[in-house]
């Protein structure tokens, strides 16, 4: 299956600080890729769709003004939580399909983030 | 957002159990996906389906695709310790393009004791 790679995998800041998280694909080209949001004993829940060279879908209810996402290339998307509260504390997750755009969807490994 | 209704919520079983857990939704879907995930790391996807009826196994696990495509199952045979963890249901509905969104269920917690 497709490797999906994510970066950090945890991370600590301060309140009012911002954060980035990578998200690359090591073995395939994703012009789409998706982030996720989980927190403690729920599901996913889809925050965007990064769409390559262009700019990202979010879903109801999320601020793009909070969670800035760039896809600058093919292998990489990045999520930068600005201003961090410690209500963003939470684990986040991207993901992409394979090149074969099946239905088939890999995520990466998560990071969970923590506002102090 | 939208989510799909798992059940059961949570399970403890013992080793050498078969595990049975579904899927179910109010509307239609054109693949069913099932995903698990350990604590702190991303889901793994485990089987994908993707036509109505469709049964499928890897190993130990078999999953089925519901004949009204609004549901599926999957099942945990002779389980063993390292299946403990969280497993999602995942749907998608329209093309299968690569921006095509899925919508994942609630989650089954497996818990199994030896």
């Known amino acids: 299956g497709a490797v999906v790679s994510q970066h950090p995998s945890r991370v600590i800041c301060k309140s009012g600080t911002s954060v980035k998280i990578e998200c690359r694909s090591l073995?395939?080209?994703?012009?789409?890729m998706f982030w996720y949001r989980q927190f403690p004993k729920q599901s996913l829940m889809l925050m965007a769709t990064s769409n390559e060279g262009s700019k990202a879908t979010y879903e109801q209810g999320v601020e793009k003004d909070k969670f800035l996402i760039n896809h600058a290339s093919l292998t990489l998307s990045t999520l930068t939580v600005t201003s961090a509260h410690p209500e963003d504390s939470s684990f986040y997750i991207c993901?992409?399909?394979?090149?074969?755009?099946?239905?088939?969807?890999?995520f990466g490994e998560g990071s969970r983030l923590t506002v102090l | 957002g939208q989510q799909l209704n798992q059940s059961p919520q949570s399970m403890f079983i013992q080793e050498g159990e078969d595990v049975s857990m579904n899927c179910t939704s109010s509307s239609i879907f054109n693949t069913w996906l099932w995903y698990k995930q350990d604590p702190g790391e991303g889901p793994v996807l485990l089987i994908a389906l993707y036509k109505a009826g469709e049964l499928t196994s890897n190993g130990r696990l078999t999953a089925q695709f519901g004949i009204t495509r609004k549901d599926s199952f999957l099942n945990i045979s002779a389980s063993i310790p390292s299946d403990v963890g969280i497993y999602f249901c995942a749907g998608q509905s329209g093309n299968t393009g690569t921006a095509s969104k899925l919508t994942f269920g609630t989650g089954t917690r497996l818990q199994v004791t030896l």
């Open positions: 073995d395939f080209q994703a012009t789409t």
């Open positions: 993901s992409a399909r394979g090149a074969s755009g099946a239905g088939e969807l890999f």
